[in-house]
């Protein structure tokens, strides 16, 4: 069986198919790359990281295949020797390149791809829609099977909880920006809308996170992509491995800022909150699923770029592109065995849960701190440190900040090391209050340094004054304990000690925080020995 792909985006489509013939000794798959795509590299990558045997596009045309899978039907496939199966590599046909194949047509759909001298060159289209088999403008054998891609999707929602512990989400909200490909994309329209929403998104409020097709991440290459987002990176956004990933995202985001890519049809069978970026212009098919969601959704107001948590009510529009949702497998099993003359194995075929990602995100370095102090409550807003004055101070972690962040900082935080195992018998250290005082010293525009001993406790010590303990006790949101990064209570705190310089302040004292969306309670209490004597 011969997998035939000529971009990383198709064969992604294509792998998703493969617990159809898990567990079948009977079939080898052997994968080639469709020569004539301008993202045919990242395309042998993938295939090179999936594990798979790739073989030369010469001997795929000389070597006679029992199934051919393709989920593009562009490039010479009629040299290929086989039965040919066709799925589509997107949600709803909604996108139409003017300078290939028909105008106003989708590949899938178009007789200029599906058809040579007249005949179909696949034995088989499996469509995700009704809808989609009638607007197939080629006579072909055509079956509606779902998607295998949106069925992995809801197969792994109950891990939600466990990819944001993963992102480091925690009570954040997440809100997940999405880029297809080309020049009406979100990223060539708005390239400088992840930062943007970043300088206005406080950072214990909102996790930010971005798709990029893989088209994009294949002629940008990932080296120029992160030089281009650079900024948001720093300012604590998760930009999507274009592989599964990008999935797990959807499963735990709670809002989509879209262009006109089939991420936002994923993103509305799950019925989150949609908020449009770009229209697609010409490119986007009049009429198509996608259509009609981008003229429904709300449009992007960058005074209020977020919608309220709230289901989206964006399902109705995902029921236009999918049917048969969670049994994509097992109607598309029945088929391809039948046209491989085989007997289908007796287990079931299920999607496969998304993994969890594994790697968690940088936090950002430092901060422009927005902050006040107002009846009793102290609000702090963390933004990226090149935000627009005013705010109250500048913030910076020792240790991961560069020079000039930490000589412009009001307030300079380091988190305790823990010396390892491998570092041997030397080492050096300093104690928690020694070093506050040895930040004084180095950085004169710092009137705050502090050390996070724990993810709950902190010794702070404010120029002039003894050391403090600050402990950040866990706020309780209905059935949930939401925890803050003890750096944005450490904030919460240089802003309340800002407002006495006289240096007379109780304690111990608890104050009010708003961190983020959440109330928090902050304990100041003179510090301990041990606190004081931390090694650092």
Wanted: aromatic share 6%.
């Amino acid at each position: 069986m011969l997998f035939a792909v000529r971009s990383a985006a198709a064969l992604h489509r294509l792998l998703d198919l493969l617990p159809v013939f898990e567990g079948d000794d009977r079939i080898r798959c052997r994968f080639t790359l469709v020569p004539g795509s301008e993202f045919a590299t990242d395309a042998l990558a993938a295939v090179d990281t999936a594990g798979a045997r790739c073989i030369p596009w010469a001997e795929a045309l000389a070597t006679p295949h029992d199934l051919i899978l393709t989920a593009s039907p562009k490039g010479a496939l009629d040299g290929l020797r086989g039965q040919q199966v066709l799925l589509p590599h997107g949600a709803g046909f909604n996108k139409a390149l003017p300078q290939e194949g028909s105008p106003e047509l989708p590949s899938g759909l178009d007789p200029a791809f599906l058809l040579r001298d007249g005949r179909p060159t696949a034995a088989l289209h499996a469509l995700a829609h009704p809808d989609q088999v009638e607007r197939l403008a080629a006579r072909q054998h055509a079956i509606v099977a779902g998607d295998p891609t949106l069925d992995r999707i809801l197969e792994s929602l109950d891990r939600r909880e466990a990819v944001r512990a993963a992102l480091g989400t925690g009570g954040r909200r997440l809100v997940v920006l999405s880029s297809t490909w080309g020049p009406q994309s979100l990223l060539a329209r708005r390239p400088d809308l992840p930062a943007e929403l970043a300088a206005r998104l406080p950072h214990d409020g909102y996790q930010l996170a971005l798709i990029v097709h893989p088209n994009e991440y294949s002629r940008t290459g990932s080296f120029d992509l992160a030089r281009r987002l650079r900024p948001a990176l720093d300012a604590g956004l998760v930009l999507a491995a274009p592989y599964e990933e990008w999935a797990a995202l959807l499963v735990a985001g709670d809002a989509l800022v879209t262009d006109h890519g089939s991420v936002a049809l994923y993103a509305a069978a799950l019925d989150l909150p949609i908020v449009a970026a770009c229209d697609g212009a010409g490119e986007l098919v009049p009429g198509s699923p996608m259509a009609q969601l981008l003229a429904a959704v709300t449009r992007l107001d960058l005074d209020a770029p977020v919608p309220p948590e709230r289901p989206g009510r964006t399902r109705q529009f995902a029921e236009r592109a999918f049917a048969l949702t969670g049994r994509s497998l097992e109607t598309l099993r029945p088929e391809l065995y039948k046209l491989l003359g085989l007997a289908p194995p007796p287990h079931p075929a299920q999607p496969r849960p998304l993994p969890v990602p594994g790697r968690a995100p940088q936090s950002p370095a430092a901060f422009a701190v927005r902050a006040s102090v107002e009846d009793g409550l102290i609000t702090v807003d963390r933004l990226p440190p090149w935000t627009d004055p005013p705010f109250h101070h500048r913030a910076a972690e020792y240790g991961r900040a560069g020079t000039r962040q930490l000589q412009s900082a009001a307030l300079i935080y380091r988190r305790a090391d823990t010396p390892s195992a491998s570092s041997g018998w030397h080492h050096e250290h300093r104690t928690a209050a020694d070093w506050t005082v040895e930040a004084f010293d180095e950085y004169p525009n710092c009137r705050t340094a502090a050390v996070v001993l724990s993810p709950t406790t902190c010794l702070l010590h404010r120029d002039g004054g003894t050391p403090v303990s600050v402990r950040v006790l866990p706020a309780r949101t209905g059935t949930r304990t939401v925890r803050a990064d003890p750096a944005a209570a450490l904030s919460a705190v240089h802003t309340w000690l800002a407002a006495h310089a006289d240096g007379r302040y109780p304690l111990p004292t608890t104050l009010t925080a708003r961190l983020g969306a959440t109330i928090h309670r902050i304990r100041l209490e003179p510090a301990t020995e041990a606190e004081s004597d931390h090694p650092v």
